[in-house]
């Protein structure tokens, strides 16, 4: 768990996780793989998940039941919300600092 005051750092593959699930309630791995547009790779992401989950930044739930195995979708937190949006402004900020 973050600690608090403190502002995680995210790496590029988590920027994309909650910059998908900010913009649909929320979704499977598959579904952010494809979403994605090649950004995520599928054998990393697990791990990716897991830690944006241990920082409360997302939630999981188990979907199902139904035919074939059950599915594991995602969605992010308010403080997740939040932690985005401050990268975001950051990183705008940062863009318009002249070379």
Known sequence: ???????????????????????????????MVAASAQRLEPRTLSAALRRLEENGLLVSRTEGP?????????????????????WRMLRQQLSRIPA
């Open 66 to 86: 139904r035919p074939g195995r059950a599915r594991r979708v995602y969605h992010v937190t308010a403080a997740g919300r939040r932690l985005f949006e401050l």
């Open 1 to 31: 768990m973050t600690r608090p005051g403190h502002m995680p750092t995210l790496s590029a593959q988590e920027m994309v996780i909650l910059e998908l699930l900010g913009r649909r309630s929320e979704m499977s791995r598959p579904q």
